[in-house]
């Protein structure tokens, strides 16, 4: 029997690569995550920042753009405006370092309304409060989060 649809996630750049790379620790958790949501939000910054880490596995990042153009995902790049807002959500969490990549997932999720995020990134997102004031819903416990 195949698993229930679960709403809506954001999924950030480690999430994605333990999703695509059977090897990686946390590869069944990720997928199995990914695979049971309904929608699947890509956010423009975190594809760039996948290329990045793919640039030696040119066969994945093929294989996930090609996901992405037949619907598997939903790309979301950001604004403008977005990017600005970004930089305030940096700004406002500057002792996490977080950064413009994940200062763009928050705003995405708060533009959205979806607080459910697959991420390898506990320590950044566990921190980080939307603009309602609410957490983010992290849809799996990494093995070995991220020490980012």
Not at 11 to 35: E, I, K, N, Q, W
Not at 79 to 102: C, F, H, K, P, T
Request: hydrophobic residues 50%; contains cysteine; glycine residues 6%.
């Amino acid at each position: 029997m195949a698993a229930a649809s679960a709403a809506a996630l954001i999924c950030d750049t480690g999430a994605l690569l333990d999703y695509l790379v059977a090897s990686a620790p946390d590869h069944r958790l990720f997928r199995d995550a990914l695979l049971r949501a309904r929608t699947r939000y890509v956010p423009g910054l975190v594809l760039a920042e996948m290329d990045y880490f793919l640039r030696h596995e040119r066969r994945a990042m093929n294989a996930f753009v090609r996901d992405l153009a037949r619907g598997a995902f939903t790309y979301a790049p950001p604004g403008l405006d977005q990017l600005r807002r970004a930089m305030e959500v940096d700004d406002r969490y500057a002792d996490l370092g977080l950064g413009l990549v994940d200062a763009s997932i928050v705003v995405l999720a708060e533009d959205l309304g979806i607080r459910r995020l697959a991420t390898r990134d506990v320590r950044h997102f566990g921190a980080v409060r939307l603009r309602d004031g609410a957490a983010f819903e992290l849809v799996v416990v990494p093995t070995s989060p991220d020490p980012s």
